[in-house]
Nanobody, 122 residues
């Protein structure tokens, strides 16, 4: 059974950093595109970042470029999202996803985690 379990969310202040983790099970992480989406209150779910199976392709939403970094540890079957210089508008539920194409399009992803809450507030 495929499972994606996120962790690392929490309440932080503007300017702080946070690292999200996503533990994958039931499939080999190194053969999949892995990514992160987020959904803020009252807004549509949006693609934040993804990384291809070969690590040769990455995507970042314009709003997070230069501040967020996606990485993967295939030996641990885990993907990370390092988020620096967080802003209040980053407040959202963050979802780990796995699929076949690295993009911001939701239909590229077959598997979704349950999400972890990130709140950026002073």
């Amino acid at each position: 059974q495929v499972q994606l379990v996120e962790s690392g969310g929490g309440l932080v202040q503007p300017g702080d950093s946070l690292r999200l983790s996503c533990a994958a099970s039931g499939f080999p992480l190194d053969y999949s595109v892995i990514g992160w989406f987020r959904q803020a209150p009252g807004k549509e779910r949006e693609g934040v970042s993804c990384i291809s199976s070969s690590n040769s392709v990455t995507y970042y939403a314009d709003s997070v470029k230069g501040r967020f970094t996606i990485s993967r540890d295939n030996a641990k079957n885990t993907v990370y999202l390092q988020m620096n210089s967080l802003k209040p508008e980053a407040t959202a539920v963050y979802y780990c996803v796995a699929g076949s194409g690295c993009s911001s399009r939701r239909y590229e992803y077959d598997y979704w985690g349950q999400g972890t809450q990130v709140t950026v507030s002073s």
